[in-house]
C-alpha cells in the first residue's frame, strides 16, 4: 500500500511508549487517542494498528472512538488549520461562500477533501468562533479575519501565505500562464506573414 505524501511516518517505539505509559485496556482508548493525535496532527492507520495489536482495545472500539469524538481526525492536516465559522450569524453573512474561496485558492476541488495537496492548509468549519460582530470570520492560526466576502478571505489567505512561506498550490495554472512566453494572436500571424 503506497502512503500519501501528507501521511506521517509513525514510530512504533513512540507509540508503544505511550501504550505502557498510558494502558492497554479501553478506558485507555481516548488518552492514547489524543497522544498520537498530539504527536501527527491526526489518527494515522499505523498507530492505530500499533495500538489494537498491542492493547486489550479491540479494532471496533479504537475506530469506534475515534470517530465519535470530532477532537480526532482520521486524515492528514495542513501545516496551518483554517477555521471558518458557521454559527448562525456568519451562516447567514456568507460563510459557505468564504468555504468556497478559500477552496478555489486552495486547488481543493473534491468536495470530500479539506486539505490542499500540499499539506500547507486544512479548512475546518466550526459551529462558533465567538466573533458574532464580524461575521463572517475566519481564523487562521490564532489570527481572525472578519467581515469577510470571498475575494477578502483569498487576499488574507495570500497574505497569510507570504507572510509564513507557504505556496498555493491552487495558483499553479495561473503563475504557469503568467510564466509562459507570449501568445500571438491570429491575426498577428497574419501581418507577419505579409
Given amino acids: 500500500m503506497e502512503q500519501s505524501s501528507l501521511e506521517a511516518t509513525v514510530d512504533k517505539v513512540l507509540v508503544q511508549k505511550w501504550i505502557a505509559e498510558i494502558g492497554s485496556d479501553a478506558p485507555a482508548a481516548v488518552p492514547l487517542l489524543q497522544a498520537v493525535q498530539n504527536e501527527y496532527g491526526y489518527l494515522p492507520r499505523e498507530a492505530m494498528n500499533i495500538i489494537v495489536s498491542e492493547t486489550d482495545i479491540s479494532a471496533s472500539q479504537l475506530f469506534g472512538v475515534a470517530t465519535f469524538y470530532s ?3 482520521l486524515d492528514p ?3 496551518f488549520i483554517i477555521k471558518v465559522c458557521h454559527g448562525t450569524a456568519c451562516h447567514v453573512s456568507g460563510a459557505d461562500r468564504i468555504n468556497t474561496a478559500l ?3 486552495l486547488g481543493i476541488k473534491d468536495e ?4 490542499a ?3 500547507s492548509y486544512t479548512i475546518e468549519d466550526v459551529a462558533c468562533i465567538g466573533c458574532c460582530s464580524l461575521a463572517p470570520v475566519m ?3 490564532d489570527e481572525t479575519f472578519g467581515n469577510l466576502k470571498g475575494a477578502d478571505a483569498q487576499r488574507s489567505l495570500k497574505k497569510h501565505a507570504r507572510q509564513h512561506g507557504e505556496f498555493l498550490p491552487g495558483h499553479e495554472e495561473k503563475r504557469s500562464e503568467a510564466d509562459a512566453p507570449e501568445k500571438k494572436s491570429p491575426g498577428k500571424k497574419k501581418k507577419e506573414m505579409l
Fill in 112 to 115: 470530500k477533501e479539506d486539505t
Fill in 117 to 119: 495537496r500540499n499539506g
Fill in 103 to 105: 477552496r478555489q485558492s
Fill in 139 to 141: 481564523l487562521i492560526g
Fill in 71 to 73: 477532537q480526532f481526525r
Fill in 77 to 79: 492536516v495542513g501545516r
